[in-house]
């Protein structure tokens, strides 16, 4: 068996670990043909990763241009340790007010622990200007050193 196939997750694992994990890197490609990568709190919905932006940040109008991503969810500070979640994917751009509260509401929970009142109306006004990007994925790869057993 090879290497890469002793350390990958399961689907199950790989479940998991995007529901739990809190922080995401999504890439996009700017105007120059280089990478754009930025840290977003995201939610799973079956399969998909949701996140909001501003409508008019870098990173919708990279989308917008070429809804080719990668979504990458890591953890671990030593090799050890090291497992992560790559997604390449294509994201699409949703532009829905109401079903834009109701991921910022998803997210603020999975960040915060809970939604405290008062911060729906917050979360309406903001929403106004925001879309949801959604990420599908084409490709996952996963990996989990600690599968190793301590021989790298």
Same mark, same amino acid.
């Given at each position: 068996?090879?290497?890469?196939?002793?350390?990958?997750?399961?689907?199950?694992?790989?479940?998991?670990?995007?529901?739990?994990?809190?922080?995401?890197?999504?890439?996009?490609?700017?105007?120059?043909?280089?990478?754009?990568?930025?840290?977003?709190?995201?939610?799973?919905?079956?399969?998909?990763?949701?996140?909001?932006?501003?409508?008019?940040?870098?990173?919708?109008?990279?989308? @917008?241009?070429?809804? !080719? %991503?990668?979504?990458?969810?890591? =953890?671990?500070?030593?090799?050890? #340790? +090291?497992? &992560?979640?790559?997604?390449?994917?294509?994201?699409?751009?949703?532009?829905?007010?109401?079903?834009?509260?109701?991921?910022?509401?998803?997210?603020?929970?999975?960040?915060?622990?809970?939604?405290?009142?008062?911060?729906?109306?917050?979360?309406?006004?903001?929403?106004?200007? @925001?879309?949801?990007? !959604? %990420?599908?994925?084409?490709?996952? =790869?996963?990996?989990?050193?600690? #599968? +190793?057993? &301590?021989?790298?």
């Amino acid at each position: 068996m090879k290497r890469r196939n002793l350390i990958a997750l399961t689907p199950q694992e790989c479940r998991d670990f995007l529901e739990q994990s809190r922080t995401a890197v999504l890439s996009s490609i700017d105007p120059r043909g280089y990478p754009h990568a930025v840290a977003m709190w995201y939610a799973m919905d079956d399969g998909a990763a949701l996140m909001t932006t501003y409508a008019k940040s870098q990173k919708a109008m990279n989308i @917008r241009r070429d809804p !080719k %991503v990668a979504f990458l969810v890591e =953890s671990g500070t030593a090799y050890d #340790k +090291l497992k &992560g979640v790559l997604i390449r994917g294509r994201a699409e751009l949703i532009a829905d007010v109401e079903l834009c509260v109701q991921v910022l509401k998803r997210i603020h929970v999975k960040m915060m622990g809970a939604f405290p009142e008062g911060v729906e109306d917050a979360l309406k006004a903001q929403a106004q200007k @925001r879309v949801i990007i !959604k %990420v599908v994925a084409d490709r996952i =790869s996963s990996w989990d050193h600690g #599968k +190793l057993g &301590g021989t790298y």
